[in-house]
């Protein structure tokens, strides 16, 4: 029996080589977890143009992830490190948007640091899934529709830049992952809650907003 397994193990060794390489013992350094088995290895069939494996979402986060890969190779670095950069850059951009919403400085910093020792922020970040890319736009279309709304509604100039850049980051955000529809809802809610604002403000002071309705006209055609 010994002498059977000996020669079988020898004959097996000989159908192989750089055995160095293999993969025994699986850790993150070398293995996908969790939908990562999906959005890491869609990214790789978009960069080689190979029919997609996963399409229950928008392919934008996948082909954001595939540059990664396109950079360092198919392996954990080169399908994390997109992500882990969107994670970043989240940091400034949740402080700009609490430095417009509250006007403090402190109250911004507050509210990035909160972000950046956000423990489901550091798990998403850190892995290939396409929720950060989702909710990287997501912050910012509110922080360009917080700018839209707070504008001096009498010049376009003022409103329809940043209703613009909402817009772009909504059409990003939903290219991601479909759960940026619903932050589009909340998007619409604000949306005409100003116009409603605006109205009212018409109504008591139409001389000074004898442009509502031509405005208006204008921001609805620009949506």
């Known amino acids: 029996e010994g002498m059977r397994r000996e020669r079988t ?6 159908l192989f080589d750089e055995q160095h390489t293999a993969v025994y ?18 990214a790789y069939e978009h ?35 997109a992500g882990t950069v969107f994670g970043i850059a989240m940091i400034p951009a949740m402080y700009l948007f609490a430095r417009r919403l509250f006007g403090k400085p402190e109250y911004a910093f507050f509210a990035a640091f909160l972000l950046a020792f956000d423990a489901m922020h550091f798990v998403q970040t850190r892995i290939a899934t396409i929720d950060v890319y989702a909710v990287f736009f997501i912050i910012l279309m ?16 003022n409103t329809l830049p940043p209703l613009a850049l909402s817009g772009l980051m909504f059409g990003l955000g939903v290219a991601a992952k479909w759960i940026s529809l619903y932050a589009g809802a909340g998007l619409a809610v604000l949306f005409f809650l100003s116009l409603w604002e605006r109205w009212k403000e018409y109504r ?4 000074m907003y004898a442009d509502f309705p031509r405005n208006t006209l204008l921001t609805l055609l620009w949506c």
């Open 9 to 14: 193990e020898g004959s097996a060794s000989a």
């Open 204 to 207: 008591t002071s139409p001389k």
């Open 142 to 157: 509110f922080h360009f529709m917080y700018r839209y709304v707070s504008a001096d509604s009498r010049s376009l100039r």
């Open 25 to 42: 013992r699986p850790s993150f350094m070398n293995s996908m977890y969790f939908d990562e088995i999906y959005h890491g290895r869609t």
């Open 47 to 81: 960069l080689n143009r190979i029919e997609p494996f996963e399409s229950t979402h928008p392919p934008l986060g996948k082909v954001i992830i595939s540059a990664g890969v396109a950079l360092f190779g198919m392996n954990a670095f080169g399908w994390r490190i």
